[in-house]
């Protein structure tokens, strides 16, 4: 049985919620209005851009505050500012009309960084939701799954840090085969978690609450009466009521 989610938890996901629709809302707006102006200049591209970058980072934001109100909420806390910086960072790059030297080779590379931080974060937030399976296979597959995304997020980062010490042949190979695995892994687990699901003491089934309310509306009444009529009908009921 799950905790019901403390109060400042839920004002903190609905404030980002709407902090979310808001801003994504007034970036469609202008995106909107700027195609149906006039004729699509540096500028008219840029609040284009910065739509659709709105639009990604926020539902990497979603992804991430997923784990609100959660066991491991830290991670979901650290994905959201992650980002919320990623997305800064990138709007801030359309938008620079400054000299590319050196300060922009390091702004784009720690931007690069933040990106690649804040999609791992963002898909393992939303396998992180399966945590608290039970299953062998399933807590085996997510905990290799997540060990993939932070080794394909590493070596993303490595490369963008230092691609001249990369080897041109082995190196996109490691890259790719990980990223396959790990993509392959976030859709096998939450798949293995629909077709094994755990298996708690003291708790019904879902065939067996589909069996109670078939029979119940069978008998014209509701779920609830119809477990207290089979428990007072109970010899073992019975038994304690005449101690």
């Known amino acids: 049985m799950t905790s019901a989610i403390p109060a400042p938890v839920s004002r903190l996901r609905r404030v980002v919620v709407i902090v979310i629709i808001v801003a994504f809302a007034l970036a469609a707006i202008g995106g909107i209005v700027v195609l149906l102006g006039g004729e699509l200049g540096e500028t008219a591209l840029r609040v284009i851009g910065t739509t659709a970058v709105v639009g990604g980072f926020s539902v990497a934001v979603l992804c991430c505050a997923a784990l609100l109100g959660r066991r491991l909420e830290a991670i979901g806390i650290v994905g959201v500012a992650v980002s919320v910086i990623a997305a800064a ?15 922009w080779e390091v702004l784009g590379k720690v931007t690069g960084t933040a990106v690649a931080l804040s999609a791992a974060l963002a898909l393992a937030s939303l396998l992180l939701l399966l945590a608290d399976r039970r299953r ?38 490691v890259l790719g085969i990980t990223a396959i695995l790990a993509a392959l892994g976030a859709v096998v687990v939450p798949v293995m978690s629909l077709l094994m699901p755990d298996v708690r003491p003291g708790v019904l089934s879902h065939v067996a609450v589909t069996r109670l309310e078939g029979e119940a509306i069978r008998r014209g009444m509701t779920p609830d009466d119809l477990v207290d009529a089979l428990l007072a009908a109970s010899p073992i009921s019975s038994s304690q009521e005449d101690r």
């Open 89 to 103: 960072f990138v709007i801030w790059t359309i938008w620079y009309n400054g000299e590319f030297g050196t300060l």
């Open 136 to 173: 062998a296979a399933v807590r085996a597959g997510l905990m290799i799954t997540l060990a993939l995304f932070a080794v394909v997020a590493v070596l993303i980062i490595y490369l963008i840090w230092a691609s001249d010490t990369v080897d041109g042949q082995i190196y996109p190979r």
